[in-house]
């Protein structure tokens, strides 16, 4: 089980197994809140330090800040069971939403979009997301580093929410 409680002052992640509770404080933490667990136990969450918040994902004892390069702040979306964490990042130009697997950042963006959200992470990890291009929105699955819009024929926009 993983969650947040309260010392009266701060707000703190914790994670719950085998009657053993566990709190969950990057370095630097003041506040952290605890959002997705998966099978393997791995949590992922939120931090704020002193100037910003980022999300975290803890496994095994070791925290590692959800921080692809030059970002002020990150916030978790979702864990799959082989640890891949799907968030969201601001920069200096702007929001965007980025997968993370095994150490490496892959920034999510559709091309021709002008913006867009990912909204889901399977156990494959696929992502299921919705953009926009100058015309009009769709919905997207990021596979194995392929883009597919999601728009049956004649569509002139689409949005997609559910991924199994």
């Known amino acids: 089980m993983l969650g947040t409680y309260s010392d009266g002052i701060h707000s703190r992640a914790f994670l719950h197994s085998a009657a053993t509770y566990t709190t ?5 933490t003041v506040d952290s809140f605890g959002y997705y667990l998966n099978a393997s136990g791995e949590g992922v969450g939120k931090y704020w330090d002193t100037t910003s918040a980022y999300a975290f994902l803890y ?7 959800m921080a692809p390069p030059v970002t002020v702040s990150s916030d978790p979306i979702a864990l799959n069971d082989s640890g891949q964490v799907l ?3 601001s920069d200096a130009t702007g929001d965007r939403t980025f997968l993370y697997s095994t150490g490496t950042y892959t920034t999510i963006a559709p091309p021709g979009s002008v913006s867009s959200s990912a909204l889901r992470l399977n156990r494959s990890g ?8 100058a015309t009009s929105h769709y919905g997207f699955l990021y596979s194995a580093g392929t883009y597919t819009t999601l728009a049956p ?3 002139v926009s689409s949005e997609v929410y559910v991924l199994n």
């Open 24 to 28: 969950l404080t990057p370095p630097g």
């Open 59 to 65: 496994s095994a004892g070791t925290y590692t800040t």
């Open 87 to 89: 968030g969201t990042y």
């Open 126 to 133: 696929q992502v299921l997301g919705n953009y926009y291009d």
């Open 153 to 155: 024929p004649g569509a």
